[in-house]
């Protein structure tokens, strides 16, 4: 599989964050018991992240207080911040050569069934930022809770430079 | 630990599929949003695929409306669809190394206890199309739902030559 | 980012383990479907562990019958468990580079929300026992059950020499 990465150019990235309007912010330190990423070889694993909304806790669960639509918003808040730890962490986004693994964790009703379609929210950012290096393989299921109430929580694997 | 590959010749893993009368269908190509399978280095993530029976998902949950039976065969048939993904993605299924990771997201009822069991659907089934490289570490748990109302979803990890 | 690595001489993982007053008991040999851990490269894939009390699962349920507090310790429970199978794996604990990836499942309530203080008690016993090889990245979330009803099931990848 040949891949064209046309968007990890050390500016790119960020031009591209600037003409979407987002600011990264710095994402919450952790307590001592563990790292927002840790890096091995060339795959970078970052912690999940729930998502946030104005800097607290995205609460509420799918199939109940929260729809579908707020599920992909929450979705695409956890990419976001999920992108912004990255940066911290890698000190340049353009070393970013590929996201490979989303995982994406929806608080779910036990009815709720469009858990790829709240997850959409985290993978179409992705794209939109990263362009070709950031199209990846993911899993996306429903779980019965979240810590802090959160209604989505992500995770990802990144290959760098 | 030193393994001995037996069953990744060229050859033999599709000769293994064709006596167990096994024909790889294609796995529908997913929305733009992701991809089946992403490789970085010698490791191939392949996304978690849903059971599917007769091409649609295999819905229902264990410990109500599936039994632990039927579970085992639907993880098999995840199984299935992963290495047809796989086969897909590799364009030789001898590339395979080894399999080195499964996770399987059983979608449980709050007491039902058996999700290893489901889970050696698809571990037993990838032991026995590619031997002693079909052996993995896993883990298996039960979640509050999956995608379209899916019975078991099934991700990997497979290191490849 | 930079890390000196200081307990991961060949002895000093075990001198902290003998000054913890620990010792690694065998974790029980799974079924053949599938391994306790599997390597590839510089990686190796520890299995889930379920937490275990007296040799047996450790029943129960975040936010029913288990409190916060029994549910650090059975993820302190599993997590040594982990150790103990990685120190059958890999023959020498003095190989372990760094734990790299922690994903801890945590079969909650659908109203449980304090995944991450149960998942402090094995992220602070791979501290304890690693120093700075033991810090992390991490999930940890809550399931609707476990293999066999644990209240606690903890996965890990770590990165060897």
Same mark, same amino acid.
Request: glycine share 12%; net charge negative.
């Given at each position: 599989?040949?891949?064209?990465? !046309? *968007? !990890? ?8 964050? %600037? ?10 330190v952790p307590g001592a ?5 840790? *890096? ?7 912690? /999940? ?18 729809? !579908? =639509? ?6 695409? %808040? ?13 000190? =340049? ?17 036990? !009815?709720?069934?469009? *858990? ?6 985290? +993978? ?9 290096? /950031?199209?990846? %393989?993911? +899993?996306?299921?429903?779980? %019965? ?17």
């Amino acid at each position: 599989m040949t891949m064209t990465i !046309t *968007q !990890t150019g050390n500016r790119a990235t960020y031009d591209k964050l %600037a003409a979407m309007g987002i600011e990264l912010d710095p994402v919450g330190v952790p307590g001592a018991a563990f790292e927002m990423a840790a *890096q091995s070889g060339n795959l970078v694993f970052v912690s /999940g992240h729930i998502a946030r909304k104005d800097g607290a806790p995205w609460r509420g669960k799918l199939g109940e207080s929260v729809d !579908t =639509d707020e599920g992909r918003a929450a979705a695409r %808040a956890a990419a976001l911040d999920l992108v912004a730890t990255l940066h911290g962490f890698l000190g =340049d986004l353009g070393k970013v050569k590929r996201i490979v693994k989303v995982m994406s964790l929806v608080s779910s009703s036990t !009815t709720y069934t469009d *858990q790829h379609v709240v997850t959409n929210g985290a +993978s179409e950012f992705l794209l939109e930022v990263f362009g070709e290096a /950031g199209r990846h %393989a993911r +899993s996306a299921f429903g779980v %019965a809770q979240l810590p802090l109430g959160a209604c989505v929580e992500v995770e990802m694997i990144i290959e760098v430079q």
